[in-house]
C-alpha cells in the first residue's frame, strides 16, 4: 500500500481541538457555583415544609373548647 502523506495542516487541526479544552473549566465553576445555590434553595425548602407539617399537627391537636 502506498503511504499517504501527512500534511501540517492536518496536525494543526487536531493541536487546536484539544486547545478548546480550555474552556471547560469555568462551566465546571459555574455548575459549582450553582450547586450552592440549588443546595440552599432545598435547604429553605425543606424548613418550610417541616414548618408547614408542624402548623397542620398543630391544627389537627386542637379541640373544641367545652360548653
Known amino acids: ?5 501527512v500534511s501540517e ?4 487541526d487536531l493541536n487546536g481541538a484539544s ?10 465553576d459555574q455548575r459549582e457555583e ?3 445555590v440549588r443546595n440552599g434553595i ?3 425548602l425543606a424548613i418550610v415544609l417541616l414548618v408547614f407539617l408542624g402548623s397542620m399537627i398543630a ?3 386542637m379541640h373544641a373548647p367545652a360548653l
Open 1 to 5: 500500500m502506498p503511504k499517504v502523506p
Open 9 to 12: 495542516a492536518a496536525n494543526a
Open 19 to 28: 486547545a478548546g479544552f480550555g474552556n471547560v473549566s469555568r462551566v465546571r
Open 34 to 36: 450553582a450547586d450552592q
Open 42 to 44: 432545598f435547604i429553605g
Open 59 to 61: 391544627v389537627l391537636m
